[in-house]
């Protein structure tokens, strides 16, 4: 039995492990069966996306334009207009030098094959594995080791389509890539892209002429590293240009050498070799260079490297109609004056300047000083010098900023004072003279450095970066404190300060500046070139700014600057040399290496640069007035020109700007004048609408009240009518009369004088003379008479009496004197006493100023309330010319004593000290950034 239970378990075990069985063989084929469903529909979806690209790109091709031999083979020349769109030169063409295949040294081939395009000879036009492995090689070899397009490809691109970046001109360029190939053979191409790469200088188009432009050499004497330099630059020509990046080109040139080395078309030893020589080395020097022939070249030097940047198109072959921003009347002026001594007086042939004039309102560069002594591709010191701006920076980086973020007026004030930056290095000033509590107003139009750096420090090293570059300045992240009055680590060129001001005097709005509008294709096409407007500010930022930078020009470090036909603000800034640079050169302490003045009208903009190129030894630096002082006339006279056929208009004030007139010397925000401030102790200052003082100041208030009193009291001496002196009374017993004599000091025009008297008491007789005597009839032979003289005017005003008395009878005729008389009624002359002799509560010391405006209390005392002040001896430092600041002290920075005054019972009005005006005072020399 037991044996028959062990059967039946088993096969009752077996029986459910096969229903298992099964139904795991059904759960498996269900998920295979699901996996199948999901892959028949990718596949499907794939093939229907397949054939969607297929049809587009169909679609697409057929759109393409024809290939034309003549495009492809003979370049075509573009046309330059100015700003009137009227033709001023033809570019390219007939001046290309071509070359054929069988000319081409294999060195030079095998150059750009490694660099452009290693599968040239393989693939049919496009390299499917090219742009699959384009992203790995740049990472490994290098940036820019290796581009996705092909030769092929890049020849489509230069000779028939436009430059936009867009899905249908790459598809166009591929499909027509294809049809290039089947058209012509790879030697054919490679000779067409080798004779169109732009070289983006002008007349350098086309390896041939580069390797006599870069070398003075054939292309069959070039050295490796001279083909690998060639090869290189396409890819960027004006970021690689070996005379303005030596670096960079250096670097690019070893890149395409490693390349030729991996691909191995030269051996590591030879490639090893050639990077051991100087870019530098055989490159024929820039100012032997080949003049271009024609007008305005340096414009168009900046109008072809503008065009590449922004088209990647070659300018010399394209057939391009160029609309530029050209004024040809503005910049023959700049040509003639950097050229000849008719309009300055240059110091010295080695003296550089560099200059653009941009238009205020849009950015278009209406000329460009790029130079003295200049040639066509040559360096361009208004576009391709950076160099330190100096104090022309401290409106861009520091009160524009503030002005913008904290919303500070024009007269908020900051404390010039001896002060050290963050890592407690030393900040002075020009001179090493500190000013005391000045408004930013006046920092900014004496160019002290202590304030700017304080208001840097207000606002931040970020908000101030963001600003900066808001107005296109390429600015490091983060910026130090030196950046505050210019001292930058690597520099800003007159295009970029130009565009930045251009800002301040357009609202706020800012344009880069550029020098081409819009670009012609020679299929039709148009491509807009010119720049988006970008509101960068507040207008009531710029407009403030602005007005700070007028003062500049009108009574500050700027007040050299002369342009009567327009109205102006700007800035001035000068820079110092390194203390090695003045101990390897021996360059005096006062000397600067760059003399900036940036400034603008509603209409024109224009930054200056002026110094040398390269210290040398030798006077290579700027230390005399007139050296120092050449941008700014430089400015006047281009200013001058540009604005002679434009009316002349202020800056709009926006109606978020208030116009507020204060009290000097008062704490901030400012407190408003009061109806008893002189004219000489109020400014008028702006204020960001809403942020305006509300609290009057009370500093003359009191003082004026005691001096209306005494002027008042002097009034009344000067018009009353002066009391009768020296009045006498004598008795005649033969007549029975007595005879009055009196004396008169005042005016006895229109004045008579009534006499009256009293006998024991009682009236008695009275009359009325014009004289100054009088006769009375005794009435009573005993008896006490007073007489009483009164002077009356024409107006029926009265003097004080006069009086005097005689005793008739015991002891006859004896009278008392005028004197006694007098003294016996000063009572009745006086009256009560003056209240400026009579001493009260308000006199004792109580001062509502001081008791019951708490508030103000602090910045009444220490701002506001003028004392008579005796200078002490000047600080160290202080010249003792006591040049004038905005709280009257001096220039002594608050530095003085205040004598003490003897304390009376009677206070004696007094008339406050007034603070001294704002004049002002040039510097002999300009400012410098410490």
Not at 139 to 159: C, L, N, P, Y
Not at 240 to 257: C, F, I, M, Q, S
């Amino acid at each position: 039995m037991s044996d028959q239970y062990s059967s039946r378990e088993q096969r009752r075990k077996q029986k459910e492990n096969s229903k298992r069985g099964r139904g795991k063989q059904k759960g498996d084929k269900g998920k295979k069966s699901l996996f199948k469903r999901v892959l028949a529909i990718i596949l499907l979806l794939g093939v229907i996306c397949f054939v969607i690209g297929v049809g587009t790109f169909a679609y697409i091709a057929s759109t393409a334009p024809e290939l034309d031999d003549a495009k492809l083979t003979d370049p075509v020349s573009s046309v330059i207009l100015d700003k009137n769109g009227k033709e001023i030169t033809e570019l390219g063409g007939e001046k290309r030098e071509l070359v054929t295949y069988d000319e081409i040294p294999d060195k030079v081939k095998n150059a750009f094959i490694a660099t452009e395009d290693v599968r040239f000879y393989k693939h049919s036009g496009i390299d499917f594995y090219r742009i699959g492995g384009a992203a790995v090689a740049n990472v490994t070899s290098g940036f820019g080791a290796e581009g996705a397009s092909t030769i092929t490809q890049q020849v489509i691109k230069m000779s028939v389509l436009t430059p936009e970046k867009t899905v249908t001109r790459k598809v166009q360029e591929m499909w027509l890539a294809l049809q290039l190939e089947r058209k012509y053979s790879k030697e054919e191409i490679l000779a067409m892209y080798l004779n169109k790469i732009d070289y983006a200088r002008s007349q350098v188009f086309g390896v041939k002429k580069a390797a006599e432009f870069f070398f003075g050499k054939d292309l069959d004497e070039l050295t490796l590293e001279e083909a690998a330099l060639l090869a290189g630059l396409p890819q960027a020509p004006g970021a690689y240009d070996p005379y303005t990046h030596p670096d960079r080109a250096e670097k690019r040139r070893n890149t395409v050498l490693n390349l030729m080395a991996k691909h191995g078309f030269a051996s590591k030893e030879e490639v090893e070799k050639a990077k051991q020589v100087p870019v530098t080395k055989s490159l024929i020097p820039i100012d032997e260079q080949e003049e271009t022939d024609g007008e305005y070249t340096t414009f168009i030097d900046e109008v072809v490297k503008e065009v590449k940047q922004k088209t990647d198109v070659d300018v010399y072959s394209a057939g391009l109609k160029i609309h530029t921003t050209l004024d040809t009347d503005a910049q023959d002026y700049v040509d003639e004056l950097l050229s000849t001594d008719n309009m300055v007086n240059w110091p010295d042939d080695k003296f550089q300047a560099g200059f653009t004039v941009v238009d205020t309102k849009t950015g278009a560069i209406r000329a460009v000083g790029a130079g003295r002594n200049r040639v066509a591709r040559g360096l361009s010191f208004a576009t391709g010098v950076n160099r330190q701006p100096g104090s022309t920076i401290k409106p861009i980086l520091d009160y524009g900023p503030a002005v913008e973020n904290l919303k500070w007026s024009t007269y908020h004030q900051l404390k010039d004072e001896p002060y050290e930056y963050s890592d407690g290095t030393h900040i002075g000033n020009y001179g090493g003279n500190y000013h005391g509590t000045v408004s930013i107003r006046k920092a900014l139009e004496q160019s002290y450095n202590i304030p700017a750096l304080k208001t840097f420090q207000a606002v931040g090293a970020e908000k101030a970066r963001e600003f900066g570059t808001d107005l296109g300045l390429n600015l490091p992240d983060p910026i130090t404190e030196a950046y505050s009055i210019g001292g930058f680590s690597g520099g800003v060129t007159p295009t970029q300060m130009a565009g930045a001001y251009s800002a301040f005097g357009n609202n706020g709005v800012y344009n880069t500046p550029h020098t081409v509008t819009k670009v012609e294709f020679p299929d039709g096409n148009v491509m807009n070139l010119s720049p988006e407007s970008d509101s960068v500010m507040h207008d009531y930022t710029a407009y403030m700014v602005t007005d700070m930078l007028k003062d500049v020009v009108k009574k500050g470090t700027g007040k050299a600057v002369s342009v009567p036909n327009a109205t102006v603000a700007g800035k001035t800034g000068t820079t110092n040399f390194s203390k090695e640079d003045r101990e390897k050169y021996n360059i005096p302490s006062s000397a600067s290496p760059d003399a900036w003045f940036v400034g603008y009208s509603p209409n024109y903009t224009i930054a200056v640069w002026t110094g040398y190129e390269n210290i040398e030894k030798g006077k290579y630096y700027m230390d005399t007035s007139q050296e120092l002082g050449m941008a700014k006339q430089i400015f006047s006279k281009v200013m001058t020109h540009v604005s002679e056929d434009v009316k002349d208009e202020d800056f709009k004030k926006p109606s978020s700007v208030s116009e507020v007139t204060v009290e000097k010397g008062s704490a901030n925000p400012g407190r408003l004048a009061s109806k008893y401030t002189p004219d000489s102790a109020k400014v008028t200052e702006l204020f960001v609408k809403g942020t305006e003082p509300s609290k009057v100041s009370k500093t003359y208030e009191k003082k004026a009240e005691e001096k209306e009193k005494e002027e008042k009291e002097e009034k009344k001496e000067d018009t009353d009518v002066k009391k009768p002196s020296g009045l006498s009374a004598s008795y005649n017993k033969a007549s029975n009369q007595i005879v009055l004599n009196w004396n008169y000091s005042g005016d006895t025009d229109g004045v008579s004088f009534r006499v009256s008297s009293t006998v024991d008491g009682q009236a008695g007789s009275s009359t009325t003379t014009n004289g100054t005597s009088a006769t009375f009839e005794a009435s009573s032979p005993n008896g006490n008479y007073t007489f009483t003289v009164v002077a009356v005017n024409s107006s029926g005003d009265e003097s004080d009496g006069a009086s005097t008395s005689l005793r008739i009878g015991t002891g006859e005729g004896s009278a008392g004197t005028d004197e006694e008389t007098d003294d016996n009624n000063q009572d009745d002359q006086q009256g009560t006493r003056p209240e400026d002799e009579q001493p009260s509560e308000d006199d004792s010391g109580s001062d509502d100023d001081n008791n019951n405006n708490n508030d103000d209390t602090n910045d009444e005392q220490n701002n506001e309330q003028p004392t008579p002040t005796q200078p002490t001896t000047p600080p160290s430092g202080n010249n003792g010319n006591g040049e004038e600041t905005d709280d009257g002290t001096g220039g002594n920075g608050g530095n003085t004593e205040t004598p003490t005054q003897p304390e009376t019972e009677t206070e004696t009005p007094t008339t406050p000290t007034q603070p001294e005006t704002e004049t002002p005072t040039t510097p002999t020399q300009p400012e410098t950034a410490q």
